[in-house]
T-cell receptor, first 110, second 116 residues
Framework: QKEVEQDPGPLSVPEGAIVSLNCTYSNSAFQYFMWYRQYSRKGPELLMYTYSSGNKEDGRFTAQVDKSSKYISLFIRDSQPSDSATYLCAIGGGADGLTFGKGTHLIIQP | GAVVSQHPSWVICKSGTSVKIECRSLDFQATTMFWYRQFPKQSLMLMATSNEGSKATYEQGVEKDKFLINHASLTLSTLTVTSAHPEDSSFYIC????????????FGPGTRLTVT
């Protein structure tokens, strides 16, 4: 079993829809949970990060962590065509480098 | 804030030659920098962790003699791919952790290496 599982998609939704992106992980020692957005041939851009369980909201984006299920989610409200990108979940134990999911390719249709 | 740059953004080299990639944190000091590699449609894979003034720590399966990492200052880390082969062609991305806090890492724009 891979440490971080993420459906690569593509996920195609109409503009204005709520998008749900998810990852599962296997190592319960992970404490830091991040979501990055990556455009083609660019470096990842940090969107949000949370420590331990719970929710975090930033504008149209909401990140959720359920440590009991080892499940993390990113919700995008009122999705825009400019949100089209690859979304990577990343998980870390603190001082170490991150373990990434494969990324979900998201397409928002105008 | 928290800007990380990489140079060059892309490079083509011949098999057997060496290539150096620079990673700089522009507006913060980074005691720790990380190097990742990403193949097409694949996830970022951590190659090594670089701490300023000390030897890099390499992930299992990464050849330390092939991928030389130097972290000479709090704002600069370099990755040198020695004796490059076509299978080393990939997207190399560095990241830096701001300050002494754990958690967020900020990534550079990446360097696309093509070995012919």
């Amino acid at each position: 079993q891979k440490e971080v599982e993420q459906d690569p998609g593509p996920l195609s939704v109409p503009e204005g829809a709520i998008v749900s992106l998810n990852c599962t992980y296997s190592n319960s020692a992970f404490q830091y949970f991040m979501w990055y957005r990556q455009y083609s041939r660019k470096g990842p851009e940090l969107l949000m990060y949370t420590y331990s369980s719970g929710n975090k909201e930033d504008g149209r984006f909401t990140a959720q962590v359920d440590k009991s299920s080892k499940y993390i989610s990113l919700f995008i409200r009122d999705s825009q065509p400019s949100d089209s990108a690859t979304y990577l979940c990343a998980i870390g134990g603190g001082a170490d480098g991150l373990t990434f999911g494969k990324g979900t390719h998201l397409i928002i249709q105008p | 804030g928290a800007v990380v740059s990489q140079h060059p953004s892309w490079v083509i080299c011949k098999s057997g030659t060496s290539v150096k990639i620079e990673c700089r944190s522009l507006d913060f000091q980074a005691t720790t920098m990380f190097w990742y590699r990403q193949f097409p449609k694949q996830s970022l894979m951590l190659m090594a962790t670089s701490n300023e003034g000390s030897k890099a720590t390499y992930e299992q399966g990464v050849e330390k003699d092939k991928f030389l990492i130097n972290h000479a200052s709090l704002t600069l880390s370099t990755l040198t791919v020695t004796s490059a082969h076509p299978e080393d062609s990939s997207f190399y991305i560095c990241s830096a952790r701001a300050g002494t806090g754990v958690g967020e890492q900020y990534f550079g724009p990446g360097t696309r290496l093509t070995v012919t």
